[in-house]
């Protein structure tokens, strides 16, 4: 059973530039959410997507923008890149259902951007 | 505003002694609280959670102890070992439409002694 995969691994852009980073989510999941985690932080939540919609946005600009597939994998993309944009960004996977909060969220190893 | 917060930072343990990493939160809609290991280079893995109706989830050498008045919950790791060093972070989340939506702390570098 694969779990959340993410590509690419890691990546230098420069400054201004455009990226788009992919995730594939855990099978049978079908809603997936972007995290940004800078050095020695904790993960904040960039957006979620579910049925191909943009369902919530934390608090990040609109350079930062994002899709999913029917096949629920996703993309982000960032424009405008910035310095301040270097990250690890991490995709995670979760199953949308009628239970209570707390479906089980699994991340995926993350995209390492560096911005130069 | 950091909606959950984390202590210590750092913390150092001696191999076969007890880790414990606290949080604390602000919103009361959080109803689902759990704990992540981070290995460096690696994404978040989940290590344990726990809902609000009860006070403690133990699982193997993992609990987690949570009372809901002071909205306060912590991870206690037994017997440490030199394998669990890694940064631990604490979670939260809330349901209907913040659902599946983590708000984290800040992370604890715990390293653990041989």
């Known amino acids: 059973d694969a779990g959340v995969t993410q590509s690419p691994t890691h990546l230098i852009k420069t400054r201004g530039q455009q990226v788009t980073l992919r995730c594939s989510p855990k099978s049978g999941h079908d809603t997936v959410s972007w995290y940004q985690q800078a050095l020695g932080q904790g993960p904040q939540f960039i957006f979620q997507?579910?049925?191909?919609?943009?369902?919530q946005r934390g608090n990040f600009p609109d350079r930062f923008s994002g899709h999913q597939f029917p096949n629920y994998s996703s993309e982000l993309n960032v424009n405008a890149l910035l310095l301040g944009d270097s990250a690890l960004y991490l995709c995670?996977?979760?199953?949308?259902?009628?239970?209570?909060?707390?479906?089980?969220?699994?991340f995926g190893e993350g995209s390492w951007l560096t911005v130069v | 505003q950091q909606q959950v917060k984390q202590s210590p930072q750092s913390l150092i343990v001696q191999k076969g002694g007890i880790s414990i990493i606290n949080c604390a939160y602000e919103n009361t809609a959080f109803d689902y609280f759990p704990w992540y290991q981070q290995f460096p280079g690696k994404g978040p893995a989940l290590l344990i959670a726990i809902r609000p109706d009860v006070s403690e989830k133990k699982e193997g050498r993992f609990t987690i102890s949570f009372n809901k008045s002071a909205k306060q919950f912590s991870l206690h790791i037994m017997d440490s070992q030199p394998g669990d060093s890694a940064t631990y972070f604490c979670a939260a989340s809330g349901s209907g439409g913040s659902n599946y939506k983590l708000t984290f702390g800040k992370g604890t570098l715990l390293t653990v002694n041989p």
């Open positions: 997507y579910y049925e191909e919609e943009e369902r």
């Open positions: 995670a996977s979760s199953l949308v259902g009628r239970r209570r909060s707390g479906n089980t969220i699994y």
